[in-house]
């Protein structure tokens, strides 16, 4: 079982930063992969950014050259650096980890990203 705990969340202006954070209960945290996902109202949720167990990271076009994914498995946790954020970033921010003996996977409960002026 593993349970997500996204934070860093907020309110900030368009050309701002933000970090998110996902912190990770259980074990084999090294094992699994892990992605970033966002939803706008009225839209479906759609994959940001993602990193593998061996470090191999992939991003949404939308975001490349402007978002970083990176992962530190001695604290369990996952990290989503956004930088030069825009109106159309704003969302719910939810992480995700897939098991990697079942493939099943595990989601937080999101944090909600506003990019306004």
């Known amino acids: 079982q593993v349970q997500l705990v996204e934070s860093g969340g907020g309110l900030v202006q368009p050309g701002g930063s933000l970090r998110l954070s996902c912190a990770a209960s259980?074990?084999?945290?090294?094992?699994?992969?892990m992605g970033w996902y966002r939803q706008a109202p009225g839209t479906q949720r759609e994959l940001v950014a993602s990193?593998?167990?061996?470090?191999?990271?992939n991003y949404a076009d939308s975001v490349k050259g402007r978002f970083t994914i990176s992962r530190d498995n001695a604290k369990n946790t996952v990290y989503l650096q956004m930088n030069s954020l825009k109106p159309e970033d704003t969302g719910v921010y939810y992480c995700k980890s897939t098991a990697w003996s079942t493939n099943y996977d595990y989601w937080g409960q999101g944090t909600q990203v506003t990019v306004s002026s």
């Open positions: 990193i593998t167990n061996h470090f191999s990271t």
């Open positions: 259980g074990t084999f945290f090294s094992l699994n992969a």
